[in-house]
């Protein structure tokens, strides 16, 4: 299995609060991603990073921001959480050669 | 608009028979398709993967169909097992930083 571990695994949060979400690889993979999977939309790409402080918008990227600082580290935060962010979020990473991307176990938020 | 599309939400196989899960895409510009396995409560995992310079890719009892003319693609599953009950994404390469579009996903029950 490919080095990757999210953290939190599980939190809750009110409206409003700003939340950070970790991916964390060891792998050394050029590219990062951030998805979310709701009931009846699949995986939809948030950001992604195709470098240290290389990074752009996916499908969804309203509302929450990204940072790559290290090659092994991704973070998404969410400035200012809403009930409609509640969701199960994926990291993935790949190294671009063969397209495949493998996920993290994912972080499942709750905005209450 | 939806660019990858799983038509079928559910599909309930006996053990021991063929699975067959669909899959049609609307852009002709995707060259590389992939199919995720998800249980609850992990991340997806890869499975298997075609190009689009192929018509089919087979690893073990997973079978992958391209059919380039009706932007269609199915995955085969024999013989199917209990085990493999989960839900299967469809992906298709769609950008250069080999970013993933999925389907909404297909829940395969296989029963003893």
């Known amino acids: 299995d490919a080095g990757i571990t999210q953290s939190p695994r599980h939190k809750v949060t009110e409206t409003g609060t700003p939340v950070t979400l970790r991916c964390h690889q060891t792998?050394?993979?050029?590219?990062m991603y951030w998805y979310r999977q709701d009931p009846g939309h699949g995986l939809r790409l948030i950001h992604y990073?195709?470098?240290?402080?290389?990074?752009d918008k996916g499908e969804v990227s309203d509302g929450y921001s990204v940072s790559r600082s290290k090659t092994e580290d991704f973070l998404l935060t969410l400035e200012s959480a809403t009930s409609s962010q509640t969701s199960v979020y994926f990291c993935?990473?790949?190294?671009?050669?063969?397209?495949?991307?493998?996920f993290g176990p994912g972080t499942r938020l709750t905005v209450t | 608009d939806q660019q990858v599309k799983q038509n079928s939400p559910s599909l309930s196989v006996q053990e021991g028979r063929i699975s067959i899960l669909n899959c049609d895409y609307t852009?002709?510009?995707?060259?590389?398709f992939l199919w995720y396995k998800k249980y609850p409560a992990e991340g997806p995992t890869f499975l298997i993967s075609?190009?689009?310079?192929?018509d089919k890719n087979e690893d073990g009892r997973f079978t992958v169909f391209l059919n380039k003319s009706a932007k269609h693609l199915s995955l085969h599953i024999v013989p199917s097992q209990p085990g493999d009950s989960a839900v299967y994404f469809c992906?298709?390469?769609?950008?250069?930083?080999?970013?993933?579009?999925f389907g909404k996903g297909t829940k395969l029950s296989v029963k003893p």
């Open positions: 075609i190009s689009s310079i192929k």
């Open positions: 990073s195709y470098g240290v402080k290389d990074t």
């Open positions: 992906a298709a390469n769609g950008g250069s930083q080999g970013n993933l579009i």
């Open positions: 852009n002709s510009m995707f060259d590389y």
């Open positions: 792998e050394n993979h050029r590219y």
């Open positions: 993935a990473i790949s190294d671009g050669t063969w397209l495949e991307q493998y």
